[in-house]
T-cell receptor
Framework: DARVTQTPRHKVTEMGQEVTMRCQPILGHNTVFWYRQTMMQGLELLAYFRNRAPLDDSGMPKDRFSAEMPDATLATLKIQPSEPRDSAVYFC?????????????FGEGSWLTVV | KNQVEQSPQSLIILEGKNCTLQCNYTVSPFSNLRWYKQDTGRGPVSLTIMTFSENTKSNGRYTATLDADTKQSSLHITASQLSDSASYICVVSATTSGTYKYIFGTGTRLKVLA
């Protein structure tokens, strides 16, 4: 059963530390998304890639966040330095966008707590 | 401004009852509309996806409707079960020159009681 895999599932870190979240999209999907979810804001799109090229990262704080896709099987989201307000669930999702019935599949999320 | 508004914010119903969740959007140019179910502590799971020309789409006990003229969608749950307790998120996508924008509603939290 194909699925989006995210690591770590849970992370607690101190303010100022670097955090890297990883995502393995579903094989064959051409689009990968990073979302952040908090109780207050709901789901926010941070960035997304099409065929590994960044298409839109306007939702991402540029000073501390960076998203990359070094190859088709790995997407990363890095926060440096982390702050308490970054505490949230970070979801990776992938899909075959541009095709009919283009469902986007979400991973189970990386739960980040910055203290 | 592209926006997706969902109502109600939360809902409590008894097991076996039906309910309808609403999604109103101001997104242009419209590409498609999705409903997702998100269980607590899990990632969202797609229920339905509807394009401009589709009025109704069903997935088991879930039926989504779309009125592209009034820019409204609804998700109807029939004969609710305890496992339907979750957040239901409406997502509308717009596409311009091959670039997609995904606008999320803040969701409706549904609680089904025995």
């Amino acid at each position: 059963d194909a699925r989006v895999t995210q690591t770590p599932r849970h992370k607690v870190t101190e303010m100022g530390q670097e955090v890297t979240m990883r995502c393995q999209p579903i094989l064959g999907h051409n689009t990968v998304f990073w979302y952040r979810q908090t109780m207050m804001q709901g789901l926010e799109l941070l960035a997304y890639f099409r065929n590994r090229a960044p298409l839109d990262d306007s939702g991402m704080p540029k000073d501390r966040f960076s998203a990359e896709m070094p190859d088709a099987t790995l997407a990363t989201l890095k926060i440096q330095p982390s702050e308490p307000r970054d505490s949230a669930v970070y979801f990776c999702a992938s899909g075959l966008v541009g095709h009919s019935g283009n469902t986007i599949y979400f991973g189970e999320g990386s739960w980040l707590t910055v203290v | 401004k592209n926006q997706v508004e969902q109502s109600p914010q939360s809902l409590i119903i008894l097991e076996g009852k039906n309910c309808t969740l609403q999604c109103n959007y101001t997104v242009s140019p419209f590409s498609n509309l999705r409903w997702y179910k998100q269980d607590t502590g899990r990632g969202p799971v797609s229920l339905t996806i509807m394009t401009f020309s589709e009025n109704t789409k069903s997935n088991g006990r879930y039926t989504a409707t779309l009125d592209a003229d009034t820019k409204q969608s609804s998700l109807h749950i029939t004969a609710s079960q305890l496992s339907d307790s979750a957040s239901y998120i409406c997502v509308v996508s717009a596409t311009t020159s091959g670039t997609y924008k995904y606008i999320f509603g803040t969701g409706t939290r549904l609680k089904v009681l025995a």
